[in-house]
């Protein structure tokens, strides 16, 4: 019989959600194929069988959060007996004893307490819960000794309507380290954004005539941005009040996946060309909506990229990436009608640029120079 | 409107009754010369001197005279002096007159009143306390009237004075002196009628005579705590208003009876197999008897006042039955 124990995809990993089993107890597995899928705090994997047999027993189902470490489920030979096992983190699960009969039956009694013991309830509760054919053994009662009364079946109701109507879903581990991160970031930093308006022409032409995404070209410019004005190329720890300036240049970039938001990292950004860049950042995105992603992928940014351009918005306020001191926000690229310096009328690509920053440790003076120094990449771009 | 006491209506209604209906004459022990225990006759004697008349102590030949009187077309009034002095002639009445429209085929029509107080009143001990209404419920052939206003005596006994039947009345002593607005035009309230004396949602409280101002105020209590309690008064037991009842019942999903008399197989467990046998799906909760503690009155003023039910009591009730 083999365990099957909550893994640990990273070395800051201590428990993992289980968002799905592939296989239910009693199938087949083989080697390699998969069996669960798990999120951590930071990503979500699927899980493949280390060994083939039958999936005897799911020790823990879907939507639980389970330590690393713990046995989730057993793995053995068709026909084994399912000795008595002991589950290590919630011992209320814990014994199974299953001869092999019931393991191909899968009759697995649920104890029933309510089995054989009439609920109370008011004659007025009854005749309620027969009218909108309720189950008086889902309804808890609030009157003396449990009974059940008109309130308490007013109540279950008005729950169960609710119930139908809203689609209730536990938060997977990866949406809750979203929710997590962000509170902290909302919480903790003192987020101010300043937005500049850029005239984006030359590097869209740029990057098409190097078949390139405008995108890249933005990271490429910014890492070269975030050299020379080091102090964005930051963390900031709160609780040690520390401020963290990294030399390697780690950019972050948001992608929106289907699972969530992600992060993964573009490293040494500063040391890339512009097509090695365009190769990496193709690579991540794909990895992100495909869930192939690993740990290593999505750590260690310095400073994050999030453009939701392309999606009709022009500008936002976007929120740190903690423990990062600031986040740029790409906007949609629109054809406008702008005043040259000659005073003539053009037609040029412009787009806003939202640059959010931890007022505590960096100024509203910095920021403008930030934005200003993108803005004259940006315009005048030099992307060798 | 005017206000006059409750003695005074129960008078009013009888000369009103008395002058329209030559059948009608009274008598009992101390209503003629006393004008009655509690001055109810005062205004009548000077009207009719032969038609009122005092009586000796002499339960069994008061009682057994207006059964014969009944008998033969007249209309005879008999005051009982106390309610517990009936048992005195319970013969005659339980024997005799409740039975005799069944036992002649609905020929003998036994038009005869019995009225008199009962209640608990200061320390007048076990002989003068008792509300005994309920054996009178029990045994059919007898209508059962306990008004609790002066409004109500005055219908109520002028009805029973028009009725077909016996009718037995009881006045409770602590009500007599009661003020209340009566219209001096002629009126009647037919029996079997009961009077949703204060709407409520949460609860309904049952009652009768003096409980029904106990458990007003047992309701005004309960409403500061956002309880609202519907109080119905009954007005007559025989026949009683099981749709008002029943109907309230279903609105309120519990139901509080409260009446002076013992709360062992008081009327109140009549209202309450009824209501369980009509209405039991409309019930959330057990319903709650209020009553007196099943002793004989103490003489003591404060054992008198530990048995005798009062709108604490309600209150307690419908805590218990809300929760």
């Known amino acids: 019989m083999y365990e099957i124990k909550m893994p640990k995809f990273g070395l800051t990993m201590e428990s993992g959600f289980i968002e799905k089993w592939f296989k239910k107890e009693g199938d087949m597995v083989k080697e390699g194929e998969p069996l669960l899928e798990v999120s951590s705090e930071k990503i979500t994997n699927e899980v493949a069988s280390p060994v083939s047999g039958i999936l005897l027993k799911i020790i823990f189902q879907e939507q639980e959060e389970i330590k690393v470490g713990t046995v989730i489920a057993l793995i053995g030979e068709e026909g084994e007996k399912l000795k008595e096992y002991q589950a290590k983190e919630e011992p209320k699960k814990s014994v199974v004893e299953l001869e092999k009969e019931e393991i191909s039956s899968t009759k697995i009694a649920s104890p029933d307490t309510d089995r054989g013991r009439r609920r109370k309830a008011s004659p007025l509760a009854r005749k309620i819960a027969q009218e909108k054919n309720l189950d008086l053994s889902r309804i808890k009662g609030t009157g003396p000794d449990g009974r059940i009364e008109k309130c308490d079946i007013l109540n279950f109701l008005s729950f169960a309507s609710k119930e139908e109507e809203l689609n209730i879903e536990k938060l997977s581990g990866l949406r809750r380290t979203i929710m997590e991160r962000l509170s902290k970031s909302f919480h903790d930093a003192i987020t101010l954004t300043n937005v500049t308006e850029i005239d984006f022409t030359e590097l869209k032409k740029i990057s098409k005539e190097q078949k390139v995404s405008v995108t890249s070209g933005l990271i490429f410019i910014l890492a070269r941005v975030l050299k020379e004005l080091n102090k964005f190329n930051a963390h900031f720890n709160t609780e040690k009040k520390e401020y963290i300036l990294f030399k390697n240049i780690n950019i972050g970039i948001a992608v929106d996946t289907d699972k969530g938001l992600m992060v993964p990292v573009i490293r040494e950004a500063d040391k890339l060309k512009l097509k090695t860049i365009n190769e990496q950042l193709k690579e991540l995105v794909d990895k992100s909506r495909s869930g192939a992603i690993s740990e290593r992928d999505i750590k260690d940014s310095t400073f994050t990229i999030t453009n939701l351009g392309m999606m009709r918005t022009d500008f936002f306020t976007p929120i740190l990436n903690p423990p990062e001191v600031a986040i740029l926000g790409v906007g949609r690229i629109l054809k406008k009608p702008c005043i040259m310096e000659d005073d003539k009328i053009a037609i040029r690509e412009m787009a806003y640029l939202s640059l959010s920053y931890d007022h505590r440790v960096i100024d509203g003076a910095d920021a403008a120079r930030f934005l200003d120094k993108i803005a004259q990449y940006i315009e005048i771009p030099n992307l060798e | ?323």
């Open chain 2, 1 to 323: 409107m005017r206000e006059i006491t409750f003695a005074e209506a129960l008078g009013e209604a009888i000369l009103e009754e008395m002058e329209k209906d030559p059948a009608i004459f009274t008598y009992g022990e101390d209503i003629a010369r006393q004008g009655g225990i509690f001055g109810a006759y005062k205004s009548l004697l000077g009207k009719f001197p032969d038609r009122i008349f005092d009586t000796p102590i002499s339960e069994e030949v008061i009682y057994g005279s207006a059964l014969g009187a009944a008998l033969v077309g007249m209309r005879p009034i008999v005051e009982f002096h106390f309610a517990d002095f009936l048992f005195t002639g319970i013969q005659s009445i339980t024997l005799q007159i409740e039975k005799i429209r069944y036992m002649t085929g609905g020929q003998g029509k036994l038009r005869l009143l019995l009225r008199g107080p009962d209640g608990i009143s200061n320390s007048a001990a076990a002989q003068h306390s008792e509300c005994i209404e309920t054996i009178f419920m029990h045994v059919p052939g007898i209508k059962v009237v306990i008004p609790s206003t002066p409004y109500d005596v005055k219908g109520l006994i002028k009805k029973a004075l028009q009725e077909d039947d016996p009718v037995i009345c009881f006045e409770h002593k602590m009500l007599y002196r009661m003020r209340g607005p009566v219209p001096e035009e002629d009126y009647t309230i037919p029996l079997g009628i009961a009077e949703v004396k204060r709407e409520g949602n949460d609860v309904t409280v049952v009652t009768i005579s003096r409980m029904v101002h106990e458990s007003l105020k047992a309701a005004e209590e309960l409403k500061k705590e956002g309880m609202s309690a519907e109080i119905i008064d009954l007005r007559t037991l025989v026949p009683w208003d099981r749709k008002t009842v029943i109907e309230s019942v279903k609105k309120t999903n519990h139901l509080i009876v409260a009446h002076e008399t013992w709360k062992r197989a008081g009327w109140g467990a009549e209202i309450t197999s009824v209501v369980q046998e009509e209405a039991f799906d409309y019930l959330d909760a057990p319903i709650i008897r209020v009553g007196a503690k099943n002793v004989p009155m103490p003489f003591a003023a404060n054992l008198q006042d530990f048995v005798t039910p009062n709108y604490k009591d309600v209150i307690t009730a419908v805590k218990q039955i809300l929760r």
